[in-house]
């Protein structure tokens, strides 16, 4: 087996490629530019935005959050309240609970200290680093409103990251340019009108104070103005800096401009204005940053380094053209790509791991979750983006010592991940966080990710550690069931869709395939390495208790009860055992009668987004591509696409549905390992015609 993953990635790029040669390569621009966005309504829970991953600026219809106080967020914006008096995080107590004979400990509230339990759950949070918008004035004088606007029309230029707003105020017209410098969190922005001139226009800056609100679209309250401190450090006729402090959280705003204008405090302890002078245009500059600024660049540039930015991300990579289809939803499912390739670059191309609704707004306190970087980022390895995935991905590296200490606490060897975390591997007790396991081997399966990728050795030596540890804690974690001669995963154990009894659920369908891959592939890994391979995993991976199967289907785990008159909501995850991965101890048969009844049974108005992509990766790997289109076109409203791109399916946005729709769209695309033809997820009948480049075959 050693190297032959490798040959079949190579022989699947080589087919593909081959059948690609003599086509003329895809018009990115002319696929990109016919699914620019255009509003021309206000909205108050859906933002255009700029950004480059690791800062992102939401805006209303205006080009600015004017409006609607949509969020200013970065990866690096964390925060935290005072601790409960008297009280260390360290002071937490871990629960004993039962398991397999032996107690083990896990992170639970402690009911002993509520209080601290609830501090660790809502700390570290992403706050909001501040507002910034137009302050509209009508002829007499009044603040305007919405309704005073007419003509408004936003044009959101995907090809540039460029957002041109434009609106009509007392007869006067008013166009607003914003964008995202790519390297900088900073924006740049460009107002031309004549009423600027009559002073109905000036600029205004708010910064708020972190609020308390597990799920929050507009992040942090302007109710507290006492609780923070903003204070101007530096103001000449062009430039302004801001100290920004929120309890021990410290950062710099800075504003520069290169049209007349003064800056003033406006009767607040955080609002500030820049009011235009003798002029028809106000152009600027903002950025905010952990360290002192003392230059910016200005809009113009802002504007040049975003549209350079930009063009690189399109032209980079995989892309995907279905316009010459006659399936008349081509055009929707072409619109969905595009826009989600624009918001995973905006939103979660960072630093770290994003959070379920990236840089928009907070969903459990801004962090992010362990299991749900599988469906954040595998697109970009599939679609041959990887440096925009593979930053974030340090996390692993960052969090194996306490991983290590996780594990041993609980008794066992190598390194147990996190399910729920920020910025630094502290968990936030819960239930569901202490007993989740699939996202065990997902460092697994991104390591060889990588390696399809850069089959190199020093690719090999990046990760044997962390591949090796992850194996490690598989191994150890499933234990021996002497009555059955077989290792069982669980209890206690949450499953993927949560919706189980941790202390009755044993062998889960979806987690015992992965946990078959991951050890599978520890040991080639070690094989590559010339290293032997661990008897331990070898042995765990051949005694592993089969797929649960009732009356010659998959079931979600063995021996559930009225498992399709009481279970057929939430993720269908043991659907995810062929198609998202690649089918360890899978039998072909047996799955597409589990298809099958999924299909007929489940309530998909019951479930999240990602479980579409899920159903069709499926699908296609099951010679099924009608089925497949049809799951990632379903009417749902939990799989939804607003005008934006943003999608539904959890919180909103639900991010997990866009890279989970990207993934599907690579692996129907670019095939998978053992697929033989180019573009193997899509029909063949000519109804589907799809112009594909560049895409990686999954495993």
């Not at 260390?88 to 039962?98: I, S």
């Not at 679209?217 to 101007?232: F, M, N, R």
């Not at 230059?295 to 040049?304: I, N, Q, R, T």
């Not at 959070?355 to 970009?380: A, C, D, K, P, T």
Request: aromatic content about 14%; hydrophobic content about 40%.
């Amino acid at each position: 087996m050693k190297g032959w993953i490798i040959l079949s990635v190579f022989l699947c790029i080589s087919f593909f490629s081959k059948a690609e040669e003599g086509r003329e390569r895809i018009d990115r621009k002319a696929l990109v530019d016919r699914h620019r966005i255009i509003t021309n309504q206000l909205s108050t829970k859906s933002p255009a935005q700029v950004g480059n991953g690791e800062f992102a600026f939401g805006v209303d219809i205006t080009g600015l959050q004017t409006f609607v106080p949509f969020n200013t967020m970065a990866q690096w914006s964390w925060h935290s309240f005072p601790l409960p008096q008297g009280q260390k995080a360290e002071d937490f107590k871990p629960t004993p609970w039962l398991t397999h004979g032996r107690p083990v400990l896990y992170d639970l509230p402690d009911t002993n200290n509520p209080e601290l339990s609830d501090w660790l759950a809502a700390n570290p949070h992403r706050f909001n680093l501040g507002r910034i918008g137009l302050t509209l004035l009508k002829s007499d004088g009044t603040i305007a409103t919405p309704d005073d606007l007419t003509g408004a029309r936003q044009e959101v230029d995907l090809w540039k990251g460029i957002i041109t707003s434009r609106f009509i105020l007392d007869g006067d017209s008013v166009i607003v340019k914003t964008a995202c410098h790519p390297a900088l969190d900073a924006i740049g922005v460009a107002i031309e009108s004549p009423l600027i001139r009559k002073e109905q226009i000036a600029l205004f800056l708010d910064f708020p104070y972190p609020d308390k609100g597990q799920m929050t679209d507009y992040v942090g309250t302007y109710a507290l103005p006492e609780a923070h401190q903003s204070k101007v450090t530096k103001s000449t006729n062009s430039f302004a800096s801001i100290d920004r402090r929120m309890d021990d959280t410290q950062y710099k705003t800075a504003l520069s401009w290169a049209t007349p204008a003064r800056f003033v405090s406006i009767d607040s302890l955080h609002h500030y204005e820049l009011i235009p002078e003798n002029t028809d245009r106000l152009a600027f500059t903002c950025l905010f940053s952990q360290s002192p600024v003392n230059s910016l660049p200005d809009a113009e540039e802002v504007f040049l380094e975003s549209t350079k930015g930009w063009e690189a991300f399109w032209q980079s990579g995989a892309a995907i053209d279905l316009s010459e289809s006659t399936d008349p939803r081509w055009n929707e499912l072409e619109r969905r790509i595009v826009l989600s390739q624009y918001l995973m670059r905006v939103n979660e191309a960072g630093s770290l791991p994003p959070q379920e609704s990236g840089l928009v707004n907070n969903g459990w306190y801004g962090r992010f979750h362990f299991e749900m970087i599988w469906w954040h980022g595998v697109h970009y390895a599939l679609w041959n983006r990887w440096p925009l995935w593979e930053k974030s991905l340090a996390v692993y590296k960052e969090f194996l010592p306490t991983a290590f200490k996780r594990a041993e606490r609980q008794g066992y060897k190598g390194a147990r991940w996190p399910k729920c975390t920020a910025g630094f591997d502290r968990e936030w007790p819960h239930i569901i966080h202490a007993t989740l396991i699939w996202q065990q081997p997902h460092p697994i399966y991104f390591a060889e990710l990588d390696y399809r990728l850069h089959p190199t050795k020093e690719t090999l030596e990046k990760w044997k550690d962390i591949v090796f540890a992850t194996a490690d804690f598989m191994a150890d974690y499933a234990f021996y069931d002497s009555t059955k001669n077989a290792y069982v995963l669980g209890p206690p154990v949450y499953i993927v869709s949560e919706n189980t009894d941790p202390g009755k659920t044993t062998n889960p369908a979806f987690e015992l395939s992965y946990w078959r891959f991951g050890l599978r592939t520890a040991e080639e890994w070690a094989s590559r390495l010339s290293l032997p391979i661990d008897r331990k995993w070898k042995e765990v991976r051949e005694k592993l208790a089969p797929l649960p199967v009732e009356d010659s289907v998959y079931v979600t785990y063995e021996g559930i009860e009225n498992m399709w008159t009481n279970y057929t909501f939430e993720h269908p995850a043991l659907i995810g055992v062929y198609g998202m991965l690649p089918g360890d101890g899978v039998d072909k048969e047996t799955f597409i009668r589990t298809l099958n009844k999924v299909a007929n049974c489940w309530n998909f108005n019951w479930t999240w987004g990602w479980d579409f992509p899920m159903l069709a990766m499926a699908a296609a790997r099951s010679g099924m591509p009608y089925q497949a289109l049809n799951y990632l076109l379903h009417p749902s409203q939990g799989f939804q696409f607003d005008e934006h791109g943003l999608a539904t399916g959890g919180p909103f946005p639900y991010f997990p549905s866009n890279g989970a729709l990207l993934t599907a769209i690579a692996m129907m695309a670019g095939g998978w390992d053992g697929a033989t033809s180019p573009t193997p997820g899509f029909p063949k009948d000519g109804s589907w015609v799809v112009r594909a480049e560049g895409f990686i075959p999954m495993p």
